[in-house]
């Protein structure tokens, strides 16, 4: 059963960091891509971030380039998103998932129901 489970988001001063991190269960990073997305208050879902492991490949949207970092420890079976210079406009809930292709991080509505965390809240406050 793949289960993943996010946590790490908080309240947070614009300019200021936070790492979310994704705990994975039932999975390795072998087996799928994970991507990091994210959902504000009356917008769409969007892909933030992706990482397969066995290839290497990672991708960052545009919005976040330079800003955050996506990592993965394969001994704690765990993905990681570092935030910095964290802005407003960053406020939303951060779901992590598993991913068959890293393309599907464009298009969150491909991911499967079950391959979803329950998401994590960040705040950053002007």
């Known amino acids: 059963e793949v289960q993943l489970v996010e946590s790490g988001g908080d309240l947070v001063q614009a300019g200021g960091s936070l790492r979310l991190t994704c705990a994975l269960s039932?999975?390795?990073?072998?087996?799928?891509?994970i991507g990091w997305f994210r959902q504000a208050p009356g917008k769409k879902r969007e892909g933030v971030s992706a990482i397969k492991s066995s290839s290497g490949t990672i991708y960052y949207a545009e919005s976040v380039k330079g800003r955050f970092t996506i990592s993965t420890d394969n001994a704690k079976n765990a993905v990681y998103l570092q935030m910095n210079s964290l802005k407003p406009e960053d406020t939303a809930v951060y779901y992590c998932a598993a991913l068959y292709n890293m393309a599907v991080v464009y298009t969150p509505s491909l991911v499967p129901p079950d391959h979803w965390g329950q998401g994590t809240q960040v705040t950053v406050s002007s």
């Open positions: 039932g999975f390795t990073t072998d087996d799928y891509a």
